[in-house]
T-cell receptor, first 113, second 110 residues
């Protein structure tokens, strides 16, 4: 059972570089989420997608873009990375029609220097 | 005010102790409630869902008080392996986001 798969697991970027974090789920879930986690801050929602083709801003969307091209995949893009975006990023998915729990990927540790 | 707040912690308890975590939420439209556990440098994993009538899973008991917008988690007979951060999560209606509290760190000491 793959569940939620995130790539890459680790990444170092220089300030101003761009990159895309990939996330895919094989559980046929409608909702997908991107969070960032910083020390002492808990998980903060960046963007979420309730269904294919729809996205909504979360608590901390600035500096990020997302794309939900199909039901399985939800990508997060940093167009011009900044040191403040150094964080651990988690992708999650959920079947919210059943009001059940969310399942998480293993995370991406991103450092922007 | 944060939408979901938790005891700030950390909690340091001896093995065998009983420990309780509290969580409050501000959105009265919240419909689903969960406790997650997160080990250091790992992804959060579901510990248990929280039902209106309260529920128990072994040494773990979760309670929900909708009137007070309050959720609790009780851990009995703490084990060293219970050391982790415990995250309270609330969810709203369809398609709405899944909101985490800041977490409470627990260290069970030998």
């Amino acid at each position: 059972n793959a569940g939620v798969t995130q790539t890459p697991k680790f990444q170092v970027l220089k300030t101003g570089q761009s990159m895309t974090l990939q996330c895919a789920q094989d559980m046929n879930h409608n909702s997908m989420y991107w969070y960032r986690q910083d020390p002492g801050m808990g998980l903060r929602l960046i963007y979420y997608s309730a269904s294919e083709g729809t996205t909504d801003k979360g608590e901390v969307p600035n500096g990020y873009n997302v794309s939900r091209l199909n039901k399985r995949e939800f990508s997060l893009r940093l167009e011009s990375a900044a040191p403040s975006q150094t964080s651990v990023y988690f992708c999650a998915s959920r079947d919210d029609s059943l009001n059940t729990e969310a399942f998480f990927g293993q995370g991406t540790r991103l450092t922007v220097v | 005010r944060k939408e979901v707040e938790q005891d700030p912690g950390p909690f340091n308890v001896p093995e065998g102790a009983t420990v309780a975590f509290n969580c409050t939420y501000s959105n009265s439209a919240s419909q689903s409630f969960f406790w997650y556990r997160q080990d250091c440098r790992k992804e959060p994993k579901l510990l248990m869902s929280v039902y209106s009538s309260g529920n128990e899973d072994g040494r773990f008991t979760a309670q929900l008080n909708r009137a007070s917008q309050y959720i609790s988690l009780l851990i009995r007979d703490s084990k060293l392996s219970d050391s982790a951060t415990y995250l309270c999560v609330v969810s709203h209606n369809y398609g709405q986001n899944f909101v985490f509290g800041p977490g409470t760190r627990l260290s069970v000491l030998p």
